[in-house]
Nanobody, 115 residues
Framework: VQLVESGGGLVQPGGSLRLSCAASGFAFSSYAIRWYRQRPGKERELGAAISNTGCSTDVADSVKGRFTIYRDNAKNTVYLQMNSLKPEDTDVYYC?????????WGQGTQVTVSS
């Protein structure tokens, strides 16, 4: 089982990034996926979620209107499109696959928003 996040980096305020979460080793299309973010000393915060089919999505109020989550089950990948980035979006971003009592995590990708 593997979840690999990518697409993080350094971006200026107002810029955009697209994070990817590539899955392998499990029935990806059966799992809901969530993107979390965390910075040192703070609890992990849920940023966005998507159902296994992709028909249902939700994003945190702090990123509503700026972040979009979507998935391509044919590619076993979930994406997080982040626009209008702010310095407070600086975090390590993690994807999580969940089905009943099964939960898998990626290693995280760093996003830094700074001028």
């Amino acid at each position: 089982v593997q979840l690999v996040e990518s697409g993080g980096g350094l971006v200026q305020p107002g810029g955009s990034l697209r994070l990817s979460c590539a899955a392998s080793g499990f029935a990806f299309s059966s799992y809901a996926i969530r993107w979390y973010r965390q910075r040192p000393g703070k609890e992990r915060e849920l940023g966005a979620a998507i159902s296994n089919t992709g028909c249902s999505t939700d994003v945190a109020d702090s990123v509503k209107g700026r972040f979009t989550i979507y998935r391509d089950n044919a590619k076993n990948t979930v994406y997080l499109q982040m626009n209008s980035l702010k310095p407070e979006d600086t975090d390590v971003y993690y994807c999580n696959a969940r089905l009943y009592d099964r939960s898998y995590w990626g290693q995280g990708t760093q996003v830094t928003v700074s001028s």
